[in-house]
């Protein structure tokens, strides 16, 4: 059992047990997987983790933000447990399961906008994006979709088809889904129109009317627009708050229906409920994984009533909406209302406030933004030309792992803070002096 919330190292990394798991990996398993470093996970409480050979990691990763209530919360296992022995399976694509509309009626009350909302389940995010992506061609008769350059959707045929996070994401998978249309991503930090902060807030928007409803696609034939209010894989980067607002006014001028990917912004991770909460948008559809149930696998596709007008048939999942899943998802739900949502602001901030001198002090660090827990740390070269340094974040990637902390890169040279929300100051503040004693020992060698 972990005695300790603090890392604590007693073995060379990989440890002995660790690099025989290695090597059956390399034997056995898909070589598609992404792996940073070297961590074999056996056992999880709260925000650590203990390895298979006793070594004991603080999780600024979460399962790639997914543990919202930490590894194994007590209430949690305890509502798979009891569920698990009354009913695991039926299928709610054939039967009824009293978890589903439970569910939906507490992630209906949540989701912005007045009007009545309608829940479709699905595994994972991937299954959120493509069944967003499919709802929004049925409602509007439209096959053409617009989605942002940095955006991460999933590896899916047509979530992939969204994406434009990373070009081996999408190589060799021959023609994806035709009809998407990409454009910049609202960056301030690195504006694609070389404008200032301050006058360059909705021009990522504002081209959608001036160029590219008047050279490429009439917006009469566009579905949806797929944004993610704070890009992930991207780098962590929020879209502005008069950004998103003109989005919202654009979407609507055209019948488009405005998609928010809250995968992994979702669920309290900013400190409210959305991330697009934060902007005062209220997006036709949402789609909601990652930190939905606590590491079980469950994807969720939330529509305006009037948008989810589908017929019997249109759309299902034979595993979606798992019975089992759903009570980790309702225990989720309960903690984060009750507590871990306002842990995340709370301690979100005192992070943000801890690195806010982070610019000045350190020659590397280009860019720090976020909200609640999602923080994101851009590494760079040099601060006037702003040259990414890729090769300098992955070392720091690298030495916070052999300290006993796990973090994970974000976009082309970022890496990001996505713990788990029940997270508390003490391990915050590890986490921050762990990265600022790296980043000062790593600008002694620049």
């Not at 909601?288 to 149930?293: E, F, P, R, S, T």
């Not at 601060?383 to 973090?407: C, H, M, N, P, S």
Request: net charge neutral; aromatic share 8%.
């Amino acid at each position: 059992m972990i005695d300790t919330k603090l890392p604590k190292l007693i073995t060379k990394l990989p440890g002995p047990k660790a690099a025989e798991v290695l090597k059956l990996d390399a034997q056995y398993i898909s070589p598609s997987y992404t792996r940073d470093y070297p961590m074999v996970a056996k056992t999880g409480r709260g925000a650590v983790v203990e390895d298979v050979d006793g070594n004991v990691f603080l999780d600024f990763a979460a399962g790639i933000a997914v543990v919202s209530t930490g590894h194994c919360h007590p209430d949690v296992v305890s509502a798979i447990q009891k569920q698990a022995a009354e009913l695991i399976h039926m299928s709610g694509t054939d039967f009824y399961y009293t978890q589903m509309t439970d569910f939906a009626q507490k992630l209906a009350a949540v989701v912005p906008g007045s009007e009545q909302k309608k829940v479709y389940y699905g595994n994972s995010g991937a299954e959120a994006v493509e069944a967003a992506l499919k709802l929004s061609r049925y409602h509007t008769k439209r096959d053409k979709t617009i989605a942002f350059y940095g955006s991460f959707h999933g590896r899916t045929m047509g979530a992939l088809s969204l994406t434009s996070s990373k070009a081996v994401q999408r190589k060799g998978f021959g023609t994806l889904l035709g009809g998407v249309t990409h454009i910049p991503y609202p960056n301030c930090y690195r504006c694609p129109y070389n404008l200032e902060p301050k006058s360059c807030a909705i021009e990522c928007a504002t081209i959608l009317e001036r160029e590219i409803f008047k050279r490429i696609v009439d917006p009469e034939e566009v579905s949806a627009v797929f944004i993610e209010p704070i890009q992930g894989e991207g780098g962590y980067v929020p879209a502005p708050k008069e950004f998103m607002q003109e989005l919202q006014r654009i979407t609507r001028k055209y019948g488009i229906m405005l998609v928010c990917d809250e995968v992994q912004s979702g669920m309290g991770r900013t400190g409210k409920w959305w991330a697009s909460e934060h902007t005062g948008t209220e997006p036709d559809i949402i789609t909601i994984a990652k930190g939905v149930a606590s590491g079980m696998p469950l994807g969720v596709t939330v529509a305006r009533a009037s948008v989810m007008n589908w017929t019997p048939g249109a759309h299902a999942s034979t595993f979606g909406g798992n019975p089992v899943c759903i009570a980790a998802a309702m225990a989720t739900f309960q903690l984060l209302e009750k507590q871990y949502i306002e842990n995340a602001r709370r301690v979100g901030e005192h992070i943000m406030n801890r690195m806010a001198d982070w610019t000045k002090r350190h020659k590397i660090v280009g860019d720090i933004r976020g909200r609640g827990l999602m923080i994101g740390v851009e590494i760079v070269r040099d601060q006037k030309t702003k040259e990414k340094a890729k090769d300098l974040r992955d070392k720091i990637v690298d030495a916070a792992f052999t300290k006993g902390l796990l973090i994970l890169g974000a976009g082309e040279n970022s890496f990001r803070f996505c713990p788990p929300l029940v997270v508390d100051q003490e391990q915050a503040d590890f986490a921050v002096n762990t990265i600022d004693s790296i980043l000062t020992n790593l600008e002694k060698s620049v």
